[in-house]
C-alpha cells in the first residue's frame, strides 16, 4: 500500500470527505457570534429529513452516548418502568444507562443477529401498562441488524401511551427513517458514523409528545437538559460552547447529501448492502444476519474454518484495511464490515478484491474474483430495478 | 481588511494554529485501533504539566460545561453542603449545576472584577464544618479575575477535609497550575481556549483524596462516571468513541508547547497581560480588575464615556477583530480582550493599534500611538525582569 493510504471500513469511525476535512479547517469564530447563529441556521432545516420529521434537532457536543443518556434522562422520569430492547451491545448500552439511574428496567433480550419482533413487543406492553418509555436500537452496530422500527413504532403506538426512543447512532444519514411517521419520539444519533464527521456531536429530534414528558420531568440533569437546547435553537444557537469545527463539517456534509439527493444516497447504501452480501456468500462466508434483517451500513459475518482476528490482522497489516471484530458475547467470532458514509460501490469492490487475497493468506481456498464477480452482478443490475 | 482575514480576540474560542488544523485533518481511524491507543499514549504525559500534576489527566468529549457538570457529580454525594465561590459568570455556572443536583449550595458571592479572599473562604469553612466540597473558578473568564487558588486551596486544607474542586477552563495552558502543590482535587479545562483547540473536549484531572470521593458517590450517573474513564485510560483507551480529530490536534498542541517551553509559554501571556493593561491605562480606559487580581488571559475593560457596544461593532464591521462582550451584570458595561493561546505580543500590538483606530471612529479622543506606544515599552523592557 502507499505509506499515507488507509482504507477504514469498519462501522465507524468513518472516513472524512476531503470537502468536508477542508470545511473543519477554516479559522475560528466565536461561539456567540452573527457568523455562528448564520452557520446554524444554515445547518437546521437540512438536519429534520435525515430524521423524517418536521421537528428541530438539537445538537449536544459528545458522544453517541452522550445522546443515548441524553434521552434517558429527559424522556424517563426518575422510578419509571421502561422497557429495552436489547438486539446487541448498543441495546445493553441503553439498558446499562437506565440501569444507572435506577429506573424499572424491563429488558427484551433478542438473539444476537436477529431483528426485535414486533408483535412481541406489543404484546409485552398489553402486559405492562405502567411501562412509561420504549427504548430501541435502528441500527444495531454490532450485528449488522436493522430494526423493523416502524413496526415497533406501530406496535408501541397501538399497545401503549408509552415514550418510543430510538438510537439511531449507525443509521441516521444511510438508511431512510421516517421519525414523524413511524411515531418514533426521541431520535438520537452521533457524527461518526454515517454523518461523514469525526465523534463529537450528538443529534437529537423531539416529538410533540416527547416535549411535554420531558418539560415536566423532575430528573436531576443540567448540561444534558433538552429544555436548554430548545431554548437556545430557536435563537440559532447553543446553550454551552458547541464545536464549531463539527459544524462547519456539518454545513458541508449536508451539502454533500443535497448535491447526491437523500433518496439517491440511501439507494447508495441499499446497493452496497446487496453487493457485501452477495459478494460475501459468494465466497462462502456465513453472514450473521437474514436477508430481511439486514442493515444498509454494516454487515457482519460469522465465518467458519477460519479465525476472525487473524482474517483482520492481516487484512490490516499487509493491505492498512481495517474491518470491525465482534463485541461482548460476539467478541473473536464475528468480522464486521462497515459501508456507509464516504463509501462507494467502488470501494465496496476494492474492499471484496483485498479480502479475497487476505483469505487465501489466512490458506482459505478462495478462487480469485468469485466475490468480486458476484458484486459487480448486482451493481451493473442495480439501475434495472 | 482582506477578505479571509479575521481577528479573533475573544477570550475563547481562541484562533486554531496552522500546524494544529492540519493535524486535525489527518485522515480519520479506528478508535478502538492500535494507532487510536498510541496516540492517546502520546498524548497523557503532556497533561499534567498543564495542570501541575503527577496525576493522570482525563479526556471527555464535551464543552467545558461538561466538565464541569462531572466534577459536581463526581465529587458531590447526593445532598452534600457545597460552598461556590461565584466571582462571575462561570462560578454561578458552577452554583446552577450543584442546583439542578439539589445539593445544599452555599454561595460565597464576591464583587464581579474582584478575586475572592482566602481569608474568608478560610473563616466560612471554620463556620459551617459538614461542608464537602468547594467549587472555585481559576480565571473568571466573564471578568479577567485570576483567583488566587494556591491561597484559597490552602485555605480550603486547613479548615476542612472538604473537596477542592477548580474550574481552570480559561486559564491552563496559559497560566502556571500548581494542582498536587495548591490542594487542588479536581481541575477541568476545556480545549477552546489557552489550548489553540476547537471546542469538544474537556480535560479533568483528579487527585487521590478526590477518587476515594468519586468511588463511593451514589450519585447517578453514566457519560459522566468518571470511573468510566480511570479504568480506560490505563490502557490508553477511553469508555466511549473519542472526538478523534480533537485528540489529532491535542498532539501538536503538545508538541507546540514543547517546543517554546512550558515556562516560555506562561511567560509569554504574563507579558501580552502587561502590555494590554499598560496600553490600555495609557489610553484612558479603566480596567474592570486590580493588577493584583489580573489574569493573563484576558482583560475586561470598563469604558466611561463610550458605549462597549458600539466600539466592539466599529472594530468588528472596520477590521474584522472581534471583542467579547460583557455577560449577565456587566452586559454592555464592558468589553473583553482575550489574549491567551495562538496569540503572540505582536498579535497585541496589531489589537491595541487597531483599537485606537477604533476608538477615534466613535469619537473618543486618542492620541494615536499612546497604547501601541505603552505596549511597546513593556515588550523591550519585560527580558529585563
Given at each position: 500500500m502507499l505509506p499515507d493510504q488507509k482504507l477504514l471500513r469498519i462501522p465507524g469511525p468513518t472516513p472524512i470527505p476531503p470537502s468536508v476535512s477542508r470545511a473543519m479547517s477554516q479559522p475560528m469564530i466565536g461561539h456567540r457570534s452573527q457568523e455562528a447563529s448564520d452557520l446554524i441556521e444554515t445547518i437546521r432545516p437540512g438536519l429534520g429529513p435525515l430524521f423524517g420529521t418536521s421537528e428541530d434537532v438539537l445538537v449536544i457536543t459528545g458522544s453517541g452516548t452522550s445522546g443515548l443518556e441524553t434521552a434517558v434522562v429527559n424522556a424517563a422520569h426518575p422510578g419509571d418502568e421502561v422497557l429495552v430492547i436489547v438486539t446487541g451491545a448498543f441495546g445493553d448500552r441503553f439498558a446499562k444507562i437506565c440501569d444507572a439511574y435506577e429506573l424499572q428496567t424491563h429488558r427484551m433480550d433478542v438473539e444476537w443477529g436477529k431483528a426485535a419482533d414486533p408483535e412481541q413487543v406489543e404484546q409485552y406492553l398489553k402486559d405492562h401498562p405502567d411501562i412509561r418509555v420504549v427504548f430501541a436500537t435502528f441500527c444495531e452496530t454490532s450485528t449488522g441488524v436493522l430494526n423493523p422500527i416502524g413496526e415497533i413504532g406501530k406496535a408501541v403506538k397501538s399497545s401503549s401511551d408509552a415514550l418510543f426512543v430510538v438510537d439511531g447512532v449507525s443509521a441516521i444519514g444511510g438508511v431512510r427513517a421516517k421519525m414523524d411517521e413511524w411515531g418514533v419520539d426521541i431520535f438520537v444519533t452521533g457524527s461518526q458514523k454515517a454523518l461523514m464527521l469525526p465523534a463529537g456531536l450528538a443529534l437529537i429530534a423531539v416529538s410533540q409528545q416527547a416535549w411535554k414528558v420531558i418539560e415536566s420531568n423532575p430528573q436531576k440533569r443540567f448540561y444534558f437538559d433538552l429544555k436548554k437546547y430548545k431554548d437556545k435553537i430557536e435563537g440559532n444557537s447553543t446553550p454551552f460552547t458547541p464545536a464549531l469545527s463539527l459544524?462547519?463539517?456539518?454545513?458541508?456534509?449536508?451539502?454533500?447529501?443535497?448535491?447526491?439527493?437523500?433518496?439517491?444516497?440511501?439507494?447508495?447504501?441499499?446497493?452496497?448492502?446487496?453487493?457485501?452480501?452477495?459478494?460475501?456468500?459468494?465466497?462462502?462466508?456465513?453472514?450473521?444476519?437474514?436477508?430481511?434483517?439486514?442493515?444498509?451500513?454494516?454487515?457482519?459475518?460469522r465465518p467458519n474454518g477460519f479465525n476472525a482476528e487473524d482474517f483482520r490482522k492481516v487484512i490490516r497489516e499487509e493491505f492498512a484495511l481495517s474491518l470491525a471484530g465482534g463485541q461482548q458475547n460476539l467478541k473473536g467470532k464475528i468480522f464486521r464490515v462497515g459501508h456507509m458514509g464516504y463509501s462507494s460501490p467502488a470501494d465496496v469492490l476494492q474492499t471484496i478484491s483485498l479480502m479475497e487475497v487476505g483469505l487465501r493468506k489466512i490458506g482459505v481456498h478462495v478462487e480469485f474474483g468469485t466475490g468480486v464477480a458476484a458484486a459487480q452482478e448486482v451493481y451493473t443490475n442495480w439501475g434495472e430495478k
Amino acid at each position: 500500500m502507499l505509506p499515507d493510504q488507509k482504507l477504514l471500513r469498519i462501522p465507524g469511525p468513518t472516513p472524512i470527505p476531503p470537502s468536508v476535512s477542508r470545511a473543519m479547517s477554516q479559522p475560528m469564530i466565536g461561539h456567540r457570534s452573527q457568523e455562528a447563529s448564520d452557520l446554524i441556521e444554515t445547518i437546521r432545516p437540512g438536519l429534520g429529513p435525515l430524521f423524517g420529521t418536521s421537528e428541530d434537532v438539537l445538537v449536544i457536543t459528545g458522544s453517541g452516548t452522550s445522546g443515548l443518556e441524553t434521552a434517558v434522562v429527559n424522556a424517563a422520569h426518575p422510578g419509571d418502568e421502561v422497557l429495552v430492547i436489547v438486539t446487541g451491545a448498543f441495546g445493553d448500552r441503553f439498558a446499562k444507562i437506565c440501569d444507572a439511574y435506577e429506573l424499572q428496567t424491563h429488558r427484551m433480550d433478542v438473539e444476537w443477529g436477529k431483528a426485535a419482533d414486533p408483535e412481541q413487543v406489543e404484546q409485552y406492553l398489553k402486559d405492562h401498562p405502567d411501562i412509561r418509555v420504549v427504548f430501541a436500537t435502528f441500527c444495531e452496530t454490532s450485528t449488522g441488524v436493522l430494526n423493523p422500527i416502524g413496526e415497533i413504532g406501530k406496535a408501541v403506538k397501538s399497545s401503549s401511551d408509552a415514550l418510543f426512543v430510538v438510537d439511531g447512532v449507525s443509521a441516521i444519514g444511510g438508511v431512510r427513517a421516517k421519525m414523524d411517521e413511524w411515531g418514533v419520539d426521541i431520535f438520537v444519533t452521533g457524527s461518526q458514523k454515517a454523518l461523514m464527521l469525526p465523534a463529537g456531536l450528538a443529534l437529537i429530534a423531539v416529538s410533540q409528545q416527547a416535549w411535554k414528558v420531558i418539560e415536566s420531568n423532575p430528573q436531576k440533569r443540567f448540561y444534558f437538559d433538552l429544555k436548554k437546547y430548545k431554548d437556545k435553537i430557536e435563537g440559532n444557537s447553543t446553550p454551552f460552547t458547541p464545536a464549531l469545527s463539527l459544524l462547519f463539517g456539518l454545513k458541508q456534509v449536508l451539502e454533500l447529501f443535497e448535491q447526491e439527493g437523500l433518496d439517491e444516497v440511501f439507494n447508495r447504501h441499499q446497493l452496497m448492502m446487496k453487493m457485501n452480501r452477495e459478494a460475501l456468500t459468494a465466497l462462502n462466508l456465513p453472514l450473521l444476519t437474514d436477508d430481511r434483517d439486514a442493515s444498509p451500513t454494516v454487515t457482519a459475518v460469522r465465518p467458519n474454518g477460519f479465525n476472525a482476528e487473524d482474517f483482520r490482522k492481516v487484512i490490516r497489516e499487509e493491505f492498512a484495511l481495517s474491518l470491525a471484530g465482534g463485541q461482548q458475547n460476539l467478541k473473536g467470532k464475528i468480522f464486521r464490515v462497515g459501508h456507509m458514509g464516504y463509501s462507494s460501490p467502488a470501494d465496496v469492490l476494492q474492499t471484496i478484491s483485498l479480502m479475497e487475497v487476505g483469505l487465501r493468506k489466512i490458506g482459505v481456498h478462495v478462487e480469485f474474483g468469485t466475490g468480486v464477480a458476484a458484486a459487480q452482478e448486482v451493481y451493473t443490475n442495480w439501475g434495472e430495478k
